[in-house]
């Protein structure tokens, strides 16, 4: 299975800032030790004119260029810099390359990513540029381009925030199915609008979690009908995880790992390939984070196995006389 990293591209982060930048290399150095059947590539950085496919050609250049407001960095989190710009560029690039690759191989990974409230003309909660609106603008291009047919995608948001920037860019685009299941008190404080949105209480444990997933996988498997969508992007974050500063909810690592299983699970019965992104984790201690999305990997792992197995008795039984 391949997995594509940007960890070397870290921001200049002032002292006391509470955004995890160490997680990144700590997932990247633990996949390396304990999943030694992952192949880590450093990622492309996406261009100007991949990411003016679901960004504003002026916000592109205002973040390229250096030209962000005071008030526009505030939101965002980040303090502007050549390498946050470096960065952004390559987390976007991360997930197309994982697009690309889930599209081939069945399953494949951005070991970060997930940066769902990046907005077509801004960004927000520490996401500059949305990677997978993006990711799946390009998908949907280069698929016509080659095939001359519509690929439908679905994007499964399993961060504890709402997708709110993933929502507002894919409003009126009845060919990408938003799904987000998110905190009902938590960040964003005022909600878009997605196809599908299932909101948790505070404190939400793994059998309740669990079954709001089934259902919303239910409706989104009945939305589509016979027509499924041709890939799926899944954000499987760690910040519902009970040990995370920022989730409000109290999911089990092994709650989690259940959650990664159901995603991958139900799309690879359909034979939907899927692209992963880590999405947040702020866990008070960060090996927790960690070890929430090593586990996620590890179900990553499985399901491409699993994926490449059914394609390859497929082609065995096709050639048998």
């Known amino acids: 299975m391949q997995a594509f990293h940007s960890d070397h591209f870290v921001l200049p982060l002032p002292p006391g800032h509470r955004f995890p930048m160490g997680k990144y290399r700590l997932l990247r150095e633990s996949v390396v030790a304990q999943l030694p059947q992952i192949r880590l590539l450093e990622a492309p950085a996406a261009s100007d004119g991949e990411l003016a496919l679901a960004h504003t050609p002026t916000y592109v250049s205002a973040v390229a260029e250096g030209l962000l407001s005071a008030a526009q960095q505030r939101e965002i989190g980040f303090p502007w810099s050549e390498r946050m710009v470096e960065r952004s560029r390559r987390s976007v690039g991360a997930t197309i390359a994982a697009a690309r690759t889930a599209l081939h191989e069945g399953v494949s990974a951005n070991l970060a990513g997930g940066t769902h409230h990046a907005y077509a003309d801004?960004?927000?909660?520490?996401?500059?540029?949305n990677d997978v609106a993006v990711a799946a603008r390009l998908m949907q291009a280069e698929w016509h381009r080659l095939h001359r047919q519509l690929l439908r995608v679905a994007v499964v948001d399993l961060d504890v925030h709402q997708g709110n920037g993933t929502a507002a860019i894919f409003r009126d685009d009845p060919t990408v199915f938003t799904l987000s299941?998110?905190?009902?008190?938590?960040?964003?404080?005022?909600?878009?609008?997605?196809?599908?949105?299932?909101?948790?209480?505070?404190?939400c444990t793994d059998t309740a979690y669990l079954c709001a997933l089934d259902t919303a996988l239910e409706a989104l498997w009945r939305h589509h009908g016979e027509c499924p969508p041709g890939l799926l992007f899944f954000l499987a974050g760690a910040d519902p995880h009970e040990g995370d500063r920022l989730g409000r909810l109290k999911l089990t690592t092994a709650g989690l790992a259940e959650r990664d299983r159901r995603v991958l699970a139900a799309a690879r019965e359909r034979g939907i390939p899927v692209a992963l992104s880590m999405a947040g984790g702020y866990g008070r201690v960060i090996e927790d984070t960690v070890a929430v999305q090593l586990a996620t990997m590890r179900e990553a792992l499985q399901s491409w196995q699993q994926w490449n197995n059914t394609v390859h008795d497929r082609a065995t039984a096709a050639a048998a006389p």
């Open 181 to 203: 299941l998110h905190g009902a008190k938590n960040f964003p404080f005022r909600k878009e609008i997605s196809n599908l949105d299932i909101e948790l209480p505070d404190g």
């Open 122 to 129: 801004k960004g927000s909660g520490y996401c500059v540029f």
